[in-house]
């Protein structure tokens, strides 16, 4: 006899690192996630979600899920562990943070998290708990923060596009973004475009996914696209396509920036770029013939030692031609809000924090943990959202001092990363409908909450759950560390931000029960700067004149960038078979002119190495990668290549011009065939 099973159907939220933060639906029996699909009614997903998600139940009870707090038993890194009790490893780890603190204080102990979870108080509440510690403050750049300072420092708090304003646009420019991995939901604004017969332009270092969708594939020489948008305003002042009268109303410095164009032609740029002159000058008139065009910007271009000032040279462009306050035209994938939604301060609490504390970027983790000229290294790593042994650069640095004997490691993990092999406690993790928390997508004007649907597997807990048992330990008595997640969710809801000022009462009901809602777009031509005006010139940054800034130089000859994949999301999805095995195996792609000057063939195993390592990858050889770069799409785990290094050995710890942040595109290698080695 079959036994019949109650499910329902329930609205739930993705929790991971992607502009959209789709609406899920989730059929649960109350115990199981039995199926997920698309939430149509999501405002900007409408139901569409990416293949990583549709079988989101088979993460959530995956047999390889980390159920119980474990316990080192071999050597770091080897990955044995015993399970123990919850009370047995918090009694170990606050034990062991109380004897820190006694003799070195704060700065021993090292939070460090990034995007394994994107909603706001499961993401952020360890800032809380670490703030009342008085423990390291960790700098939280490992993403698109050059972006985000580049735009600023020309736009301020300005909201650009929802990619659903791109229906009116009549040019859409694609720079730097596989959106097919990372912006699907904005997909059929591309294709809609296209059958009314409008153009889709691509400008990209590594075009492989993204060439089909697209009318003209631009190849750039990477971290270069600062010259190509001088150039491109040199044309266009050239040709009195420049919106004068906009830019003298509404620009900060237009005048003597013009000046400056002078000496950026085409030709100049030809040799920066790689992009023949005739190009870049026909790419700058239909540019500047458009009446809306958008430019799409993805992060690549800003992970550079130049990205901060690139960003500024791409968003004045978007200026330039007068399109933003024109319907559809503009710049879209910055931030696109008119202002918070939520006050972050009331879950990261600043004010539990009595000293200052010592500030460590977390793109310098090796540095860290193994010291450097200004700092000892750090006693205790406690890291959760996060598998920086895969993410961060200077690999072989960060594995060194995660080996030191006399580092204190603690992992929240959901599976044995390649982080969590090192750690001396693991602590098990919740998924994100084991849960509750309210989300704001990063790419549109939207804003949910999601609730708990199920109970967490085995003795798993949320990072809310976790750090108040840690902070009952260590004897903190604030009211904060007594709250449920779903009380602090409510004091979010409570005290909103000025972004949730115009939510109906309606809309109101739908974030209390859990559900998405769509916030009006942003005034395109309210200059939310300190002047109202747009900061062509700025003369707070280091370089108040925007100009071209070389990226970090090396002496091999490739640049190796890091390119998204479409069958994971960095570290997440490699618990499934599935989708790891259509990504197959650690491909480096390569231009067949670098392939042939190196006896390379399609399908080959090469080395890619610099000063710093040697990594093993299989070669693709193709035409829609730029000359002169080797891309390496994809996260993968060390344990299932032999504990063979990752891509990211390759990367050096540098930071950005602005904004502190990686610099992870930015890295030369040379590479040999392995054939026969
Ligand atoms: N499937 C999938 N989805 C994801 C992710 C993923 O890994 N997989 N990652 C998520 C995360 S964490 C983020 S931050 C977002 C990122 O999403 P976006 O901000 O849209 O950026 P990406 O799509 O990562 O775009 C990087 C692109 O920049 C290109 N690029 C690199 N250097 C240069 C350059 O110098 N010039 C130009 N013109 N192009 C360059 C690369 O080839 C790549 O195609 O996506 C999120 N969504
Ligand atoms: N080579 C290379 N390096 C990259 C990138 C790249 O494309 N290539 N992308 C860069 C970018 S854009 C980003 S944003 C970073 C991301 O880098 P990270 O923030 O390190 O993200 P992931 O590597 O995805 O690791 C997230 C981990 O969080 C865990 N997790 C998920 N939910 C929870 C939760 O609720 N609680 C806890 N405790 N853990 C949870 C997941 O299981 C996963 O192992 O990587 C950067 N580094
Ligand atoms: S991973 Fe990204 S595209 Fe896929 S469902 Fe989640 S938010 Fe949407
Ligand atoms: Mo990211």
Known sequence: ???????????????????????????????????????????????????????????IHSPDRILTPLKRTGEK??????????????????????????????????????????????????????????????????????????????????????????????????????MMATRLQAMPALKAARGGGKRVVLIEACGEDMAPYCDQIVLIRPGTDGALA?????????EGLEDREFLEEYGEGFPEFKDTLKDYTPKWAEEITGIPSLVIRSLALEYGRASRPAIILGSGPSRYGNGGM???????????????????????????????????????????????????????????????????????????????????????????GLRRPDLFTVVHERFMTDTARYADIILPAA???????????YGYCTFGTAYKLTEPAGQCKSNWNTFSILAQAMGYEEEYFKRSEEEMVEKLLEEPGPGLGHVSGGEWEILRKGGVISTPFADHRLFRTASGKIMIVNPKQPN?????????????????????????????????????????????????????SRGIRDGDPVIAF????????????????????????????????GAGLLVNALHHQRLSDIGEATTLNDNRIDIRSAVNV
């Not at 001088?230 to 050239?238: D, F, G, S």
């Not at 399109?323 to 990261?348: E, F, I, M, R």
């Not at 998924?431 to 997508?441: G, H, I, M, P, R």
């Open 1 to 59: 006899m079959t036994e019949l099973r109650h499910t329902q159907w329930k609205k739930t939220i993705c929790p991971y690192d992607c502009p959209t933060s789709c609406g899920l639906l989730a059929e649960t029996d109350g115990r199981h996630i039995l199926n997920i699909k698309g939430d149509p009614e999501h405002p900007a997903a409408k139901g569409l979600i990416c293949r990583k998600m549709h079988r989101y139940m088979d993460s």
């Open 77 to 178: 890194g080897e990955g044995k562990f015993m399970p123990i009790t919850w009370e047995a490893a918090v009694d170990e780890i606050t034990g062991r943070w109380k004897e820190i603190l006694k003799e070195e204080g704060g700065n021993g102990i090292l939070p460090f998290y990034y995007s394994g979870v994107m909603s706001v108080v499961q993401r952020k509440c360890g800032d809380a708990f670490f703030n009342r510690m008085g423990a390291c403050s960790l700098v939280k750049t490992l993403c698109s923060s050059a972006k985000g300072a580049g735009y600023e420092a020309v736009m301020g708090h300005t909201g650009c596009l929802d990619p659903r304003e791109l229906c009116d646009s009549d040019l859409l420019i694609v720079w730097g973004s596989n």
């Open 230 to 238: 001088l150039a491109m305003m040199h044309v266009l002042v050239e």
């Open 310 to 400: 690139t960003v500024r040279l791409i968003t004045i462009l978007s200026v330039f031609t007068g399109a933003w306050g024109k319907p559809g035209g503009g710049l879209c994938g910055c931030s696109p809000t008119a202002g918070p939604y939520v006050d972050d301060a009331l879950v990261t609490r600043p004010d539990f924090r009595k000293t200052p504390g010592r500030k460590v970027n977390l793109n310098l983790l090796g540095n860290a943990l193994n010291g450097d000229r200004n700092n000892v290294p750090v006693k205790s790593l406690y890291v959760y959202g996060s598998n920086p042994v895969g993410s961060v650069c200077g690999q072989t640095q960060v594995i060194k």
């Open 431 to 441: 998924f994100s409908v084991e849960q509750s928390d309210c989300y704001l997508a």
């Open 544 to 596: 108040p004149m925007p100009c071209y800034l070389p990226a970090h130089a090396g002496v091999y000859p490739l640049r190796l960038i890091a390119v998204p994949s479409q069958y994971t999301l960095n570290s997440i999805f490699l618990d499934r078979e599935e989708l790891t095995a259509g990504r197959g195996s650690m491909k480096l792609m390569i231009h067949p002119v670098d392939a042939d």
């Open 610 to 641: 610099n000063e710093l390592a040697e990594v093993e990858f299989t070669a693709r050889v193709t035409e829609l990668v730029a000359p002169g770069t080797a891309a390496a799409a994809g996260i993968y785990s060390m344990a299932s290549r």
